[in-house]
């Protein structure tokens, strides 16, 4: 046991070690607690793998963990150059499954790849060592690719809240991003007396700008996002109304 640890905080191998402890309490505490957590990181994120979804909002480390791009929005769309990072996200299923998810994974494949390696070839205390754990990390791609394909029907079709879907057509919401044309951007409704974050495109193709006010006419035919238009609310309580269309 004492010669697991010391491996496993090693030189070589203690920063994923760490960072696997930090997932590990990130994901009890999430599970155990079920608190929302509400720390607000104003990030500007640009995120063009499939659906261009512009999101100029502060991001909850919650949203971090559900956040999912859809793949079959990156295939309807062959005539966009996409970079390098994105292909390789896209691939190994960064994309189609929570980020947080996938990430886990990732993190906790490399850290025993690592170990085990470094362990065999006694390669913990030295430069040798470093060199496996800059190697390990194609290897640890292609297992959680394998490891974590399984899932994408799963989390398809599990809804976040864990009980019956919301019905949020005639329900208004108000814009977390930029959208226009077939650009996909998100939203926040509240359903229930719960805010909920949802995936939306502009029904008429027309520019919604952020935090403009907005109302949701009906989910897509795929599920994976609904059909806004723009709605200019004076009582300025659109978030809480629903519409009567």
Known sequence: MNSVIEIAFSPVNITLTILVILLILYWLFNMISGIDFDLDIDVDVDIDVDADIDID???SITDLANAEINRDDVIRNPKKDYKWWQI?????NFVGLPFMFTFTCWIFIWWLCTVISTSILHSYNNKFGYTLLIAGILPSLILTKIFTTPFKSFFKNLNPDGDLPTN???????????ISGDKMGSAEVLADGNPMSIYVKAFDGETITYKQNIVILKQSDDTNFYWVLPFEDDDDNSDSDNLNL
């Open 88 to 92: 390789i996200l896209i691939y190994f």
């Open 57 to 59: 909002t502060a991001t």
């Open 168 to 178: 949020l057509a005639g329900r208004k919401g108000v814009m977390l991003s930029k």
